[in-house]
């Protein structure tokens, strides 16, 4: 989890001794008892930091991925997470679902496409990820309330 152990056992040794010098039972019952509340704070921590940091690559990996075929469970499988709490995680993080965050962000990357360039609606849907023309142009529609050929006509007429 990246943290230092040799860290940890040196600033616990300053605080409680060092085990040898647990002289009775309870002496060194006292000092496992510390020593393992320690370890799980530290550990917890750790966990909390590492967490919000794959979450971080997570996001960053989707925004560089974007056009390739990109699934939850494949996410999961390469973050090593469970894609149930990835899901959560990505949710709580990105503020909404993952399917609902990518499909934003082809929609996004399309609309740049479709200001900037000449290609045809059906070439725009597959260079940002969309598997087929009708599933994208149902969901352009879905965010920005136009289709697509509209978008860009109206971009189109504004440039002239």
Known sequence: MKGDPDLFMNRLQGELGHLGEACHNAALKNYLRLLSFEAASQLAELRKLN?????FQVIQYVDREYRSKLQLQDL???FHMNATYL???????AGKPFKEYLNDKRIEEAKLLLKRSGMKVS??????GFPNAD??????KLTTGVLPSNYKNHVESKQR
């Open 135 to 140: 599933y994208f142009i149902h969901k352009f």
């Open 87 to 93: 899901g959560q995680l990505f949710k709580k993080h």
């Open 123 to 128: 070439e725009v849907a597959l260079h940002v």
């Open 51 to 55: 967490e919000h940091n794959t979450i």
């Open 76 to 78: 999961a499988r390469h």
